[in-house]
């Protein structure tokens, strides 16, 4: 059943990775993986738990040594249910609790037209300025909130302005690039680095901070070759009103204020999980409903018109919100289900990932070649399953590579987001890209793709460097 199981997990992990090709949405593959993986992985618990929680089982039965537990199929199930599903189900509730918390957040921000000033600064006609001001905002923006929302608000806001197939698909890989890496610059900017933080495998500051020239060189190197190629001017109309504001007749301090709330407030989840040590989704949670209660004082009169006119914001957008939520949730169950047969232990014996022996470019490598075509954040999952070790404490930070902030989880998250950007279907950011602009693997590799690969080689040069120089002092100091 072991065999089972996996062959199904594979099938999907090819499903997704050829989603471009089959057409059959990755959302859907990766929630019929998760839950047909735990049905059967219930219908044969006996062998399972037997074989990876004999100890804990046992426990269970004599919990009360004068109502002992009949050892039957009854108690297995319950037993699987309680203590070996639930926990899985609630570390993915977290994540995408938190993605649904900041996507809400967005939207109220988005409708109420707080990222209008957007469109004020993209006022010109130099193509380089118009690419640079798109990229560095996408870039900040997507730092705080998850780069899916960052890529399409941002290409709703770019295909309103540049009426050029052509051009837009230039300008909407440089958004792609910078949301990416922007991204995966902080601990709240995309799936992988939030599951490692709830995970207690990093820490935010930290995290950033071996990330931050890696992330830049990635971002940075590409965009400016993609500038080289543009006209020096652009095509641009206008047609919305700056300051306009969707749903609301907001003035522009309170557009600040509403602003200041919702990223501010993200700014923030950091902090509110270091001092309670809470979920960061329930920070997350706080900010949304501060942010909701701030809207509804500032348009209750328009509430209590009825003045509320239909919103703006893209289907692709509603669509890609509910699509990812369900990807995360189906493709952590799938993994979590694979690493309940044992599977990632044997997989994990045969590839040497050990403290002692890590490998860690290596895999790192291997992450990103795979994540060029599979999804980075399924790649993720994968290889962040395959460490087992009993090293993830804050307690034992920088002893080893697998410990907290430790090596191994930063050279993953890194290079996933790297091998994304190559082809375009590593992320679902990036599909998002080439639905809205009609645009081809080919071209986006032709054009793009080998300069985000010079820029993530060069990127992971700079990270191995950086790490060879603090274990360099680190060695001294001692």
């Known amino acids: 059943m072991t065999l089972v199981i996996v062959g199904i997990f594979l099938i999907g992990c090819l499903l997704i990775a050829t989603e471009n090709v089959t057409k059959v949405n990755r959302a859907a593959v990766a929630i019929f993986a998760g839950t047909v993986g735990w049905v059967l992985y219930i219908c044969f618990g006996m062998d399972f738990v037997t074989s990876q929680h004999a100890y804990e089982f046992s426990n269970y039965l004599h919990a009360d040594e004068w109502n002992i537990i009949p050892d039957n199929s009854v108690a297995v199930k319950n037993f699987i249910s309680r203590f070996v599903f639930l926990p899985y189900v609630g570390r993915a509730a977290e994540i995408v609790l938190f993605l649904l918390s900041t996507m809400t957040i967005v939207e109220i921000l988005n409708n109420n037209g707080c990222f209008d000033f957007i469109s004020q600064l993209l006022r010109t006609r130099k193509s380089k300025k118009m690419l640079w001001t798109l990229a560095i905002v996408t870039f900040i923006i997507s730092a705080n909130l998850d780069n899916l929302t960052t890529t399409v608000m941002m290409l709703t806001i770019m295909h309103g302005i540049i009426p050029s197939r052509r051009q837009r698909m230039f300008y909407g890989s440089a958004i792609l690039l910078a949301a990416n890496c922007g991204g995966a610059l902080t601990v709240i900017g995309n799936p992988e680095g939030l599951v490692l933080w709830n995970g207690g495998l990093v820490t935010a500051t930290a995290f950033s901070m071996a990330l931050f020239l890696p992330c830049l060189a990635a971002w940075l190197i590409p965009t400016y070759m993609i500038s080289r190629q543009l006209p020096e001017r652009v095509e641009t109309e206008w047609i919305v009103m700056p300051y306009r504001g969707d749903d609301t007749r907001l003035n522009v301090w309170q557009r600040l204020v509403m602003l200041f709330v919702g990223i501010g407030g993200l700014w923030f989840i950091p902090t509110f999980h270091n001092i309670t040590k ?77 403290e002692q022996n890590p490998s860690v470019w290596t895999h790192g490598v ?113």
């Open 278 to 354: 809470l979920s960061p989704f329930l920070g997350a949670l706080c900010v949304l409903a501060i942010l909701w209660v701030v809207n509804e004082i500032f348009n209750r009169k328009l509430m209590n018109m009825d003045a509320m006119v239909d919103r703006r914001t893209p289907r692709v957008l509603q669509y890609g919100v509910i699509q990812m939520i369900l990807f995360v949730m189906g493709i952590m169950m799938a993994v979590a289900v694979v690493k309940e047969t044992g599977a990632f232990n044997a997989l994990t014996e045969y590839l040497g990932v050990d």
């Open 366 to 478: 291997v992450a990103g070649v795979i994540s060029t075509v599979l999804d980075n954040f399924a790649t993720a999952i994968n290889f962040f399953s395959l460490p087992d070790l009993p090293l993830q404490n804050e307690l034992l930070e920088g002893m080893t590579d697998y410990s907290c902030n430790g090596l191994y989880w930063q050279v993953i998250a890194y290079c996933v987001m790297a091998g994304g950007n190559v082809l375009g279907i590593g992320t679902v950011s990036g599909l998002a890209l080439m639905k809205m602009e009609r645009m081809r693997i080919t071209w986006f590799f032709r054009n793009v793709g080998w300069k985000a690969l010079l820029g993530g080689v060069i990127g992971l040069a700079i990270l191995w460097l950086s790490h060879n120089l603090v274990s360099g002092a680190t060695c001294l100091l001692i």
